[in-house]
T-cell receptor
Framework: DAGVIQSPRHEVTEMGQEVTLRCKPI?????LFWYRQTMMRGLELLIY????????DSGMPEDRFSAKMPNASFSTLKIQPSEPRDSAVYFC????????????FGSGTRLTVV | DAKTTQPTSMDCAEGRAANLPCNHSTISGNEYVYWYRQIHSQGPQYIIHGLKNNETNEMASLIITEDRKSSTLILPHATLRDTAVYYC???????????????FGKGTKLSVKP
């Protein structure tokens, strides 16, 4: 099992550009979560999906942020347009209902908006 | 979800037991105690969880007081690789689903020293 796979690992972009972060959850996991981590705010839950359907996006900071899960093996988090304050590490995690082991996190994408 | 209180930082000598405390005085009867850790530049990693009874796995032991208002994570023989931020989280469900999302606080920064 390769775990939760995120790409890219690092992204540097200019303010105003569109950024797309990608996540491949663990096969068989039916929940997918997007988190953001900054020094000031720590780890924040942005949105989560169950069986590819968005359940709660109340953590998404602004309309500039959007997330999709077109199938069970792929999700994207898009920021358009990006701003310097979006600079953070973005983590994707997946879990399987019925297993009491919580979430498995990916290695994260470090986004820098200049 | 109940709030938790953890010390900001702790030191431990390599090879000694690391005991990380967590207070959760407002925990409800159906809330579990979870522990995660985050090694620098990596995603959070599940360690252990419990409801009432003490739990042990290959990574650590979890001791929950009888009134469930506090718990202690024990790393029996700490190594340098255990240096990380340790998060204590209480949540409604033991299942890896939406019933009680993982909400991270600031955690305890554990430094294991040679």
């Amino acid at each position: 099992d390769a775990g939760v796979i995120q790409s890219p690992r690092h992204e540097v972009t200019e303010m105003g550009q569109e950024v797309t972060l990608r996540c491949k959850p663990i096969s068989g996991h039916d929940y997918l979560f997007w988190y953001r981590q900054t020094m000031m705010r720590g780890l924040e839950l942005l949105i989560y999906f169950n069986n590819n359907v968005p359940i709660d996006d109340s953590g998404m900071p602004e309309d500039r942020f959007s997330a999709k899960m077109p199938n069970a093996s792929f999700s994207t988090l898009k920021i358009q347009p990006s701003e310097p304050r979006d600079s953070a590490v973005y983590f994707c995690a997946s879990s399987q209902r019925g297993r009491g082991y919580g979430y498995t996190f990916g290695s994260g994408t470090r986004l820098t908006v200049v | 979800d109940a709030k938790t209180t953890q010390p900001t930082s702790m030191d431990c000598a390599e090879g000694r037991a690391a005991n990380l405390p967590c207070n959760h005085s407002t925990i409800s009867g159906n809330e579990y105690v979870y522990w995660y850790r985050q090694i620098h530049s990596q995603g959070p990693q599940y360690i252990i969880h419990g409801l009432k009874n003490n739990e042990t796995n290959e990574m650590a032991s979890l001791i929950i007081t009888e009134d469930r208002k506090s718990s202690t994570l024990i790393l029996p023989h700490a190594t340098l690789r255990d240096t990380a931020v340790y998060y204590c989280i209480v949540r409604v469900s033991a299942y890896g689903g939406s019933q009680g999302n993982l909400i991270f606080g600031k955690g305890t920064k554990l430094s294991v020293k040679p």
